[in-house]
């Protein structure tokens, strides 16, 4: 059984005039275990370097899976288990996105999802399961301490920011609850997070 996140490296086909890749199929995705039905489309531009987005998550019966990606620059892009009664709850699993290396984060519903900018001017798109939803949006604080690597350290995220350096952060994401705060919603289906391959 595989883990619920999974990093997706492209498969690009390139001559002298660059390169062709296949972002979304439906059929492909279905054969590796992803099978929601995508219905939004976002894009966002962090003009500063260190730009912290998140940890943002829906609630049901609005959860969104989300389907990640940078297409400017680069990301550490995170995701971290809220499923309540698992056995990887709080724990989290991260990877670098960019332009360059093209890969995709697939992020199911009952993962909290941020991203940090190691670059300035980064643009990220991501598919979406669910339409927004104001009323079941939800967070967790991106430096609570509780937050725990998968298989690795206590102590929160390990955010590639420099020591001393802050994150540009939205109002929002600096008040969001700590994990011990939040009553999941989100129940666990079985599969515990894995590390990315």
Known sequence: MSSPVRLLPPKRFGDNRGWFTETYNREHFVALGIDCIFVQDNHSLSRPVHTLRGLHFQTPPRGQDKLVRCIRGRIFDVAVDVRRGSPTYGQWVGAELSAENGHQLFIPIGFAHGFV???????????CSDTY??????????????????????????????????PELSEKDGRQPLLADFDSPFPYDGRPLAPLT
Not at 117 to 127: G, I, N, Q, R
Not at 147 to 163: C, K, Y
């Open 133 to 166: 939803a104001p009323d079941h949006d939800g967070g967790i604080r991106w430096n609570d301490p509780a937050l725990t690597a998968l298989g690795g350290q206590d102590g929160g995220i390990d955010w590639p920011i420099p020591p001393g350096a802050s």
């Open 117 to 127: 900018t190691l670059e300035s001017d980064c643009e990220v798109t991501y598919k």
